[in-house]
């Protein structure tokens, strides 16, 4: 669904064969082949009916986690990916990635 990431880390967001969609994030000095350093289950997706955003929503603890993808109705346009945390305070978070190239070995992984 997206794979994504910035100077500090590299995000996976699929969708499982039973449908649930999941979020892994892997910080910068770890594999992707390691064990992600965050997993979130159970997200809700989001589109917009222009079809130009896609909002992924996750709970994990006191805290939301939102994953904002944007993509461009120019053919070859850039795709962009925000992050906003939300704490138990309300206090918000965000973070601009970049979408990277799915790694070969994640193409057919589920």
């Known amino acids: 669904m997206a794979y994504f990431g910035d100077g500090q880390y590299t995000i996976k967001i699929d969708k499982l064969r039973s449908g649930e969609i999941r979020y892994l994030c892997w910080h910068k ?10 997993i ?11 079809g ?8 994990f603890e006191e805290r939301v986690f939102t994953v904002e993808h944007i993509t461009s109705k120019m053919k070859g346009g850039a795709s962009y990916f925000f992050i906003e945390v939300t704490d138990e305070h309300h206090k918000k978070s965000t973070w601009k990635m970049e979408q990277m190239p799915i790694p070969k070995y994640f193409r057919h992984l589920v």
């Open 29 to 38: 000095s770890n594999s992707i082949l390691a064990k992600p350093n965050l």
């Open 40 to 50: 979130l289950r159970d997200g809700k997706m989001k589109q917009a009916q222009n």
């Open 52 to 59: 130009e955003t896609t909002e992924y929503i996750f709970l």
